[in-house]
């Protein structure tokens, strides 16, 4: 049975920092690409990072550019996404997914290319 299973959500101020993990079980990441997408209330998903499994190159919404990261120390059975300077505006429930999606692109952030999803995580930043 393969599951993806998200945490490390929670409240953080404006400015702060939170590392948000992803733990699987029946598949390992290396085979998979690597989605994090995120839904806030009234709004539709979005992909905010994603890392191929082709070349390990990562991409990342224009909105969290140079604020998250994937980080390049990720473990076969889990992967981490770094949020910094955390803004209001980052609020909202944060998934993991996974697909055996092949390539390196920008389209890995299109949340339709992914059929293993984790349950959310709930990140809220207080202003």
């Known amino acids: 049975d393969v599951q993806l299973q998200a945490s490390g959500g929670g409240l953080v101020q404006a400015g702060g920092s939170l590392r948000l993990s992803c733990a699987a079980s029946?598949?390992?990441?290396?085979?998979?690409?690597i989605g994090w997408f995120r839904q806030a209330p009234g709004k539709e998903r979005e992909g905010v990072a994603c890392?191929?499994?082709?070349?390990?190159?990562?991409y990342y919404a224009d909105s969290v550019k140079g604020r998250f990261t994937i980080p390049s120390n990720n473990s076969k059975n889990a992967v981490y996404l770094q949020m910094n300077s955390l803004k209001p505006e980052d609020t909202a429930v944060y998934y993991c997914?996974?697909?055996?999606?092949?390539?390196?692109?920008?389209?890995?952030?299109?949340?339709?290319?992914?059929?293993?999803w984790g349950q959310g995580t709930l990140v809220t930043v207080s202003s």
């Open positions: 997914a996974a697909g055996r999606v092949y390539g390196s692109s920008w389209y890995l952030l299109l949340s339709e290319l992914y059929d293993i």
């Open positions: 029946g598949l390992t990441f290396d085979d998979y690409a």
């Open positions: 890392r191929s499994s082709t070349d390990g190159s990562t």
